[in-house]
């Protein structure tokens, strides 16, 4: 089982991270070694983009985490979007989705991110 | 629970974390086989995966190959899976306790959990220095 990995510059200094196939003990190591490559604390927002993945466990959660605490540290965004059902039942059981900004799909994403850049204008 | 025995299969992998793909298809063949719905494949397919990783990372202490012996046993409600290892004692469910207080969900602690959450009865026995851990999940075809 293989993970595919894409990596994506978005506006406003973000980057996007989508995975597709099967993120597990043997995957997880490579999708750590992309994102350290490519995320730290000079970006403002990490999506993690789940459209395409089928499998994840704690190998793949950890690294997930790993990724939060980057973004928590720095005062970065953190976003989940587009959870298959049983990909959503993981988090759920480890009780995780709490404190994540999770989004149903990629609208209700864009929706959220419009009103905080909208916020950030009338603060200006 | 008997009857489960009757429709057993077993496959014998050894201790490395690559070794997780050949249980992955192992588990696809039976479920196929045994018209196991795709939800409880999907569930058996991760509780698998995180009692594995587990024994590897747990239950050998030295850098030598040992052998896990994985038994798939149904019947028209229930699908088990039990692992064997020659490891030492190691129980899942006692010695690697969830710390989900932790912030950042770092400890090894979330197999288990989702073992736990993901199977119905959860069963370790130390028999002739052997780890046996055994898990059983119900389903509704």
Known sequence: MSLEIAITSEANNGK?????????????PELQQNIDAEINDSVDTTII???????????????I???????????????????????????????????????????????????????????? | MNDLLLNSKTICINNGLSESEKISSFLAEYVTANKIPDETHNELRLVAEETFVNIVSYAFSDTETHTIDIV?????????????????????????????????????????????????????????QRNVFTLTKHYTK
Not at chain 1, 19 to 25: F, P, R, T, V
Not at chain 1, 49 to 63: P, Y
Not at chain 2, 109 to 120: A, E, F
Request: proline share 1%; charged share 30%; glycine share 6%.
């Open chain 2, 72 to 128: 798939l046993s149904s019947n028209s409600r229930e699908i088990s899976i039990a692992f064997t290892d020659a490891g030492t004692a190691f129980n899942p469910l006692t010695d690697c306790s969830a710390d989900l207080d932790n912030d950042d969900h770092c400890d090894g602690g979330m197999g288990i959990l989702l073992i736990k959450s993901l199977t119905d009865y959860q069963e370790y026995n130390r028999i002739e």
């Open chain 1, 16 to 28: 996007r991270i989508s995975i597709a196939g099967s993120l597990d003990s043997n995957t997880a």
């Open chain 1, 65 to 124: 985490f790993k990724t939060k605490k980057i973004m928590d540290n720095s005062g970065g965004k953190f976003l989940l979007v587009n959870l298959q059902p049983q990909i959503k039942k993981v988090f759920e059981i480890i009780k995780a989705l709490d404190g994540m900004s999770v989004f149903k799909d990629q609208d209700e994403m864009d929706e959220y991110l419009t009103a905080m850049q909208d916020k950030v204008k009338d603060g200006e």
């Open chain 1, 49 to 63: 983009d789940f459209k395409e993945l089928d499998f994840l466990s704690s190998a793949g959660l950890r690294v």
